[in-house]
């Protein structure tokens, strides 16, 4: 794993991976291919360990932003319900930050069971 080096630049919030250069090819068609191992994607995965320790420490910020509170409930910890991280707009969307200190988005901490999305997941 020692070749690839993938970095999380949280300022542009994106990911940064440098490889060999014998691992890169330039098409007939002016684009790039770049071919990496299998082993090489757990260092890519999102939400695997390079971002773990991030997204943590984001969202214990987030939360003392909003005062320990749920920012949709207004409730404080409770101990049988764990903090999700929202984002708002949600990843997918264009404007997106997964890491936002300038509080760009209107991403927040809610209760599990706060979280629309995952109550959705429950009830299929």
């Given at each position: 794993?020692?070749?690839?080096?993938?970095?999380?630049?949280?300022?542009?919030?994106?990911?940064?991976?440098?490889?060999?250069?014998?691992?890169?090819?330039?098409?007939?068609?002016?684009?790039?291919?770049?071919?990496?191992?299998?082993?090489?994607?757990?260092a890519?995965?999102?939400?695997?360990?390079?971002?773990?320790?991030?997204?943590?420490?984001?969202?214990?910020?987030l939360?003392?932003?909003q005062?320990?509170?749920?920012?949709?409930?207004?409730?404080?910890?409770?101990?049988?319900?764990?903090?999700?991280?929202?984002?708002?707009?949600p990843?997918a969307q264009?404007?997106?930050?997964?890491?936002?200190?300038?509080?760009?988005?209107?991403?927040?901490?809610?209760?599990?069971?706060?979280?629309p999305?995952?109550?959705?997941?429950?009830?299929?």
């Amino acid at each position: 794993m020692s070749r690839y080096k993938p970095t999380f630049d949280q300022e542009k919030d994106e990911w940064v991976l440098y490889v060999p250069q014998s691992s890169v090819s330039q098409n007939a068609d002016g684009s790039f291919e770049v071919r990496l191992p299998v082993y090489a994607g757990r260092a890519l995965a999102i939400g695997g360990n390079k971002l773990r320790n991030l997204r943590r420490e984001y969202r214990e910020w987030l939360l003392e932003q909003q005062e320990g509170k749920c920012a949709i409930c207004g409730k404080g910890v409770q101990s049988d319900n764990p903090w999700n991280l929202d984002h708002q707009p949600p990843l997918a969307q264009i404007g997106s930050k997964f890491i936002d200190y300038e509080r760009i988005t209107q991403n927040r901490v809610i209760h599990g069971h706060c979280d629309p999305d995952q109550m959705a997941k429950k009830r299929t």
